[in-house]
């Protein structure tokens, strides 16, 4: 079965930036629409962005204009470019193959002065 493994959280002030990577194995995730998620405290989890196999993307109001989903299919890794950070973007984010119960740990990224 597929894992994904996402990478690249930390500590940032206010207006700062920060890249996520999510790392597939197996072979499946070329052919899958993949998405990230986040988890606030206290919050539910939310779609955050999704890109399909081709790349067509798709962004929630609260990130758009502000992250960037993309994707290298040759190295069954998905990113995500995250700019002028707010401190309510500090969450858990996530990865998932967006058509399948299959998710990432998670990393944390805190915004914070």
């Known amino acids: 079965q597929a894992q994904l493994a996402e990478s690249g959280g930390g500590l940032v002030r206010p207006g700062g930036s920060l890249r996520l990577s999510c790392v597939s194995t197996?072979?499946?995730?070329?052919?899958?629409?993949m998405a990230w998620y986040r988890q606030g405290p206290g919050t539910e989890r939310d779609l955050v962005a999704r890109?399909?196999?081709?790349?067509?993307?798709m962004y929630a109001d609260f990130v758009k204009g502000r992250f960037t989903i993309s994707r290298d299919n040759a190295k069954n890794t998905m990113y995500l470019q995250m700019r002028d950070l707010k401190p309510e973007d500090t969450a858990v984010y996530y990865c998932?193959?967006?058509?399948?119960?299959?998710w990432g740990r998670g990393t944390q990224v805190t915004v914070s002065s």
């Open positions: 998932k193959y967006y058509d399948y119960s299959i």
């Open positions: 890109i399909g196999t081709a790349g067509s993307t």
């Open positions: 197996g072979r499946i995730f070329r052919f899958n629409t």
